[in-house]
């Protein structure tokens, strides 16, 4: 049977490509099978890949609010935007989990002339300067010319010395973040100039989705039980994830959730963290 990606190519339907995000999700097996089966019988040729979705998320939503945000993780980050401005935020406490220290939106003055910069890192004595690329769709993609920009850019930085975390220090390396993903020339180039690239399946055994995964990182608007409208004033607020609402629950309270709801949010919150 054939499927229409969002892409628009059409490709055969793989139902283990499937089973395989389904099992990312967290859901127990009988689920997985059950969801598989369900979702097969729905099928038609030339059914959109996001049609699919929309099954599977419903069938998974029915069973465990939990499993269902963890398979819409990757639309979750595509909320973070439209501008991105709440994704480099979000990048910024990936790299906060792995003990950096992170200051995000600065304006620097390179040796020709001023830029913005995202993100700065720094562990030890590295700072790291990282430039995020935001796609609102799946089916953006950052090409070769981004790295290539990017890197006129770090040359331009690095030659001078900045206050950042303490007075009189130097950029080292730049990372590139997307949410999506990079071309295969924007990747080469990038290894060749020396840039990292970071994006949702990139590196493979590092990528956003394996740090996410393994800190449990999830954004706050993997959340099911909450409305866009709620999730935007969450991000408002800097409660950027959802762990964080495990701690601290002021926040919803503050947006006007009623304590039923709340508990709620907090039970699917434990549920993406795997905390029950």
């Known amino acids: 049977m054939k499927v229409i990606k969002h892409s628009g190519h059409v490709v055969p339907f793989d139902i283990e490509k499937l089973r395989l995000s389904l099992q990312k999700s967290g859901a127990p097996p009988a689920l997985i099978e059950e969801s598989l089966t369900q979702i097969q019988n729905q099928m038609y040729e030339g059914i959109t890949t996001k049609q699919i979705y929309k099954m599977a998320f419903a069938i998974l939503k029915k069973a465990s609010n939990g499993n269902a945000a963890r398979y819409n993780l990757r639309s979750a980050l595509q909320m973070l935007g439209p501008a991105g401005f709440f994704f480099e935020k ?87 973040v997307t949410n999506n993903r990079f071309t295969k020339d924007a990747e080469n180039f ?47 607020l800097d409660q950027i994830l959802v762990k964080d609402l495990t701690y601290d629950s002021n926040n919803l309270h503050k947006i006007g959730l009623s304590d039923n709801r709340v508990r709620n949010v907090l039970k699917e919150a434990s549920q993406i963290c795997k905390l029950i």
């Open 190 to 236: 990038a290894n060749c100039s020396g840039i990292s690239l970071l994006s949702w399946d990139y590196p493979r055994d590092n990528s956003i989705k394996n740090k996410i995964d393994k800190g449990a990182l999830y954004p706050i608007t993997c959340l099911t039980t909450l409305s866009m409208v709620e999730k935007e004033k969450l991000l408002i």
């Open 90 to 176: 979000f990048i910024a406490r990936l790299y906060t989990a792995e003990g950096f220290k992170t200051k995000t939106n600065l304006i620097l003055q390179g040796k020709c002339v001023s830029h913005e910069v995202d993100v700065l890192l720094k562990k030890e004595n590295l700072i790291s300067m990282i430039e995020c690329k935001f796609h609102s769709s799946r089916e953006g993609s950052s090409d070769v010319k981004v790295p290539m920009y990017i890197l006129s850019r770090f040359n331009d930085l690095k030659v001078k010395q900045h206050n950042l975390f303490s007075n009189h220090e130097t950029i080292n390396s730049c990372i590139i």
